[in-house]
Nanobody, 122 residues
Framework: VQLQASGGGLVQAGGSLRLSCAASRRSLSNYVMGWFRQAPGKEREFVAAVWWSGRSTYYADSVKGRFTISRDNAKNTIYLQMNSLKPEDTAVYYC????????????????WGQGTLVTVSS
């Protein structure tokens, strides 16, 4: 499955951005899509994930209550709505996908989109 991410940019602290990730295939049953991010000088980390069926969502503690992951099956797209952004949210954000269940381990995701840069200024 090919993934295409978009929506990054520059925003002030407290602001909002929405990232999108379009998948190249329909009928992605048993597929989980997620977002990871990598800040300068840091390891890539899990942010959020959602089943293609939409039955469950998962979040890193650092973004709970501020970020919302959702999907639009008709558009083969998932979204990451990011509110109350903080400078520490600055990172390159990557969407990723895998079959057969949720994981927060990036090594278990086989499909990756290109990164999109999110910069939050203080």
């Amino acid at each position: 499955v090919q993934l295409q991410a978009s929506g990054g940019g520059l925003v002030q602290a407290g602001g909002s951005l929405r990232l999108s990730c379009a998948a190249s295939r329909r009928s992605l049953s048993n597929y989980v899509m997620g977002w990871f991010r990598q800040a300068p000088g840091k390891e890539r980390e899990f942010v959020a994930a959602v089943w293609w069926s939409g039955r469950s969502t998962y979040y890193a503690d650092s973004v709970k209550g501020r970020f919302t992951i959702s999907r639009d099956n008709a558009k083969n797209t998932i979204y990451l709505q990011m509110n109350s952004l903080k400078p520490e949210d600055t990172a390159v954000y990557y969407c990723a996908g895998r079959f057969n269940g949720y994981s927060d381990n990036e090594d278990l995701y086989g499909d990756w989109g290109q990164g999109t840069l999110v910069t939050v200024s203080s």
